[in-house]
């Protein structure tokens, strides 16, 4: 179950398409199936972008599904210190919990809803590690992160922390109430998220409730990703089909559909799905683990920069006990 949910959601303002001749409903080009592996010291992770082309999924650059897992006693792992240049990491933590520290300052718990928007820019070293009560006592562990890039006049940005908590998402309903969508960063029908972006994009979730549809506008320049966190449902006019652990490539257009499947099953009552949508950088991308530059001879100066302590270090005391960034 989601953690931001709303018992009222009639109460919300709806997002609605403007019908007429110029509505253009995107259609489903491909279905990708996510693989499944290991990030950091041993977490699950379902991973979708493998299947993409780069100009596809431009501006992101990962996709990982952190989870669902439910953890028992001593079993919580995490992702030590480890560095990053040349992107924005954004972790969005459905249920459970990570603590995050970097070599910026920057720091905090993200639990139940929080999103934390990381921008690596010309380098920093961070860690996202299960807090010592989930390690003791086990738990509930679900949670995104996505990678956005940066073009290359961003790419030596100074490094900055949004902590964004649950409650300053922006939250929306389908017509009819039967969909809830959080607005994490971007906007949809006018409604913005508080996530600050240097590369314009749309990132929200939504949960669609057995039988009901969601309709939304969408910016014509950017494009367009449907992955299922949870659940049966279908993408476009067209009804494709797409379940748990799929992403849905859509084509050209000004608005999506997403419904979701009369029949759920009892593990997941509702079909759940990011919308995902960005305007392309267009530029050269050269990666190597967890740097993402424009050529090979940046990304060798990151692997030297990291390796001589250029990118900093995050102080050994204990989480909390010194200053907070």
């Not at 905090?108 to 299960?130: F, K, L, R």
């Not at 009804?239 to 979701?260: F, M």
Request: no cysteine.
């Amino acid at each position: 179950m989601p953690a931001i949910t709303v018992e009222k959601p009639l109460s919300l303002p709806a997002v609605q398409v403007a019908e007429g001749a110029l509505v253009a409903y995107r259609k489903v080009q491909r279905v990708v199936d996510a693989i499944q592996t290991y990030e950091g010291e041993g977490f699950p992770v379902r991973r979708p972008f493998p299947g993409l082309s780069r100009a596809v999924a431009d501006p992101f650059v990962l996709l990982d599904q952190m989870g669902e897992v439910q953890y028992a006693p001593g079993e919580a792992k995490g992702a030590p210190d480890h560095p990053h240049r040349g992107f924005e990491t954004v972790t969005y933590m459905i249920d459970g919990e990570f603590v995050h520290r970097d070599s910026n300052g920057g720091g905090g718990v993200i639990a139940n809803g929080d999103t934390q928007w990381m921008t690596a820019g010309a380098g920093i070293v961070h860690s996202e590690m299960p807090p010592e009560k989930l390690v003791r006592s086990g738990g509930l562990f679900h949670g995104i992160q996505l990678w956005v890039n940066l073009p290359a006049a961003r790419k030596w940005a100074a490094p900055r922390y949004q902590d964004i908590r649950a409650s300053t998402v922006s939250l929306v309903r389908s017509h009819d109430g039967g969909a809830l969508v959080r607005v994490i960063a971007g906007e949809l029908d006018g409604h913005t998220g508080p996530g600050a972006t240097f590369t314009p994009i749309t990132y929200a979730h939504a949960t669609l409730l057995p039988g009901s549809r969601l309709d939304v506008p969408w910016r014509p320049d950017f494009n367009a990703l449907v992955y299922a966190l949870g659940g049966f449902g279908s993408v476009g006019v067209e009804r494709t089909a797409l379940r748990s652990g799929q992403l849905a490539v859509l084509g050209p257009g000004s608005a999506l559909r997403v419904e979701g499947s009369d029949r759920q099953d009892s593990r997941t009552p509702t079909f759940d799905v990011l919308l995902l949508g960005g305007r392309p950088i267009g530029e050269p991308v050269v990666q190597y683990g967890p740097f993402v530059m424009n050529t090979r001879e940046e990304i060798l100066e990151a692997i030297a920069d990291y390796q001589s302590g250029k990118m900093g270090y995050i102080p050994v005391t204990h989480f909390g006990a010194g200053p907070k960034g």
